[in-house]
């Protein structure tokens, strides 16, 4: 059985055109590249133009630098930034007859691009005096701050040495502190406080002693001698008891050291209750 030839992609007739109309057809699509025909060296239409004036090629090597420039993003330093229009860009008179290698061998060289700007633009000397001025200014600082120096010095120097002294004085009147408090230490609240309530105890055991004293003793040595006799006989058989002048010497002895034992044990009671006047 024959197979039929397959069929080819007939172009598709372009939709709303009218045949009677005068305005010819739009083309139809380009066929397919792979013809062995169109293999061949490409069509370069540079080949068929027509020569190019200096000043046109001048004018095509400015374009293309300042193109790089833009793709750069970057602004030679010492050359200012132009945001004008291309017409208003600065070219030296110098580069007009220079060689596409030459522009760009001056184009990436930095110090070529400063010495252009400073020697041929128009704002170089303006900007030259704003630098001068400037560096002028920096320069009179410097020599301010220098000036200056000397007097900072000396200061930190007297700074230091009074810091040095301070912190001698400081340590001596630790020590001399540390010695007040010592020698008033004694003098203190709680050391009152202690001495007091020490001396309520004292006044208390002396009235005890006077007692057992006054208590344990038998009368034999009286100073005057006199005695008392008993209802049993003579002087000598009964017990005597002592004379009124030794019992009136007890009773005024006694009396005063409890009144200072009960002195003493009201200023403590008043000052465990702060009532003392200045230690609250």
């Given at each position: 059985?024959?197979?039929?030839?397959?069929?080819?992609n007939?172009?598709?007739?372009?939709?709303?055109?009218?045949?009677?109309?005068?305005?010819?057809?739009?083309?139809p699509?380009?066929?397919?590249?792979?013809?062995?025909?169109?293999?061949g060296?490409?069509?370069?239409?540079?080949?068929?133009?027509?020569?190019?004036?200096?000043?046109?090629?001048?004018?095509?090597?400015?374009?293309?630098q300042?193109?790089?420039?833009?793709?750069?993003?970057?602004?030679?330093v010492?050359?200012?930034?132009?945001?004008g229009?291309?017409?208003?860009?600065?070219?030296?008179?110098?580069?007009?007859d220079?060689?596409r290698?030459?522009?760009?061998?001056?184009?990436?060289?930095?110090h070529?691009?400063?010495?252009?700007y400073?020697?041929?633009?128009?704002?170089?000397?303006?900007?030259?005096?704003s630098?001068?001025?400037?560096?002028?200014?920096?320069?009179?600082?410097?020599k301010?701050?220098?000036?200056?120096?000397?007097?900072?010095?000396?200061?930190?120097?007297?700074t230091?040495?009074?810091?040095?002294?301070?912190?001698?004085?400081?340590?001596?009147?630790?020590?001399?502190?540390n010695?007040?408090?010592?020698?008033?230490n004694?003098?203190?609240?709680?050391?009152?406080?202690?001495?007091?309530?020490?001396?309520?105890g004292?006044?208390?055991?002396?009235s005890?002693?006077?007692?057992?004293?006054?208590?344990?003793?038998?009368?034999?040595?009286?100073?005057?001698?006199?005695?008392?006799?008993g209802?049993?006989?003579?002087?000598?058989?009964g017990?005597?008891?002592?004379?009124?002048?030794?019992?009136?010497n007890?009773?005024?002895s006694?009396?005063?050291?409890r009144?200072?034992?009960?002195?003493?044990?009201?200023?403590?009671?008043?000052?465990?209750?702060?009532?003392?006047?200045?230690?609250?």
């Open positions: 059985m024959a197979t039929s030839p397959p069929y080819q007939i172009p598709p007739v372009p939709p709303y055109y009218d045949p009677t109309s005068s305005i010819p057809p739009p083309p699509p380009k066929p397919n590249s792979n013809n062995a025909s169109r293999s060296t490409p069509y370069n239409p540079s080949q068929f133009a027509p020569p190019i004036s200096p000043q046109q090629q001048l004018q095509q090597q400015q374009h293309q300042h193109q790089q420039q833009q793709q750069i993003g970057q602004v030679p010492g050359l200012p930034q132009n945001t229009a291309p017409a208003e860009l600065f070219i030296p008179a110098v580069l007009q220079k060689s290698d030459d522009l760009l061998h001056i184009l990436h060289s930095q070529l691009l400063d010495a252009l400073l020697a041929h633009h128009p704002s170089s000397p303006q900007n030259l005096t630098l001068t001025t400037s560096l002028s200014s920096n320069a009179a600082y410097a301010r701050l220098q000036s200056l120096n000397a007097a900072v010095d000396h200061q930190r120097a007297t230091s040495s009074s810091l040095l002294k301070t912190r001698q004085l400081e340590r001596s009147w630790r020590e001399k502190e010695e007040m408090d010592v020698a008033l004694r003098f203190s609240a709680r050391a009152l406080h202690a001495r007091l309530g020490q001396a309520v004292e006044a208390d055991a002396v005890r002693a006077l007692e057992e004293s006054f208590l344990e003793d038998d009368g034999l040595g009286d100073a005057d001698g006199e005695y008392i006799g209802a049993g006989g003579g002087g000598g058989g017990s005597g008891v002592k004379a009124s002048k030794d019992v009136d007890f009773v005024k006694y009396r005063g050291v009144a200072l034992y009960h002195l003493r044990k009201e200023r403590k009671e008043r000052w465990d209750e702060n009532r003392v006047g200045g230690w609250r």
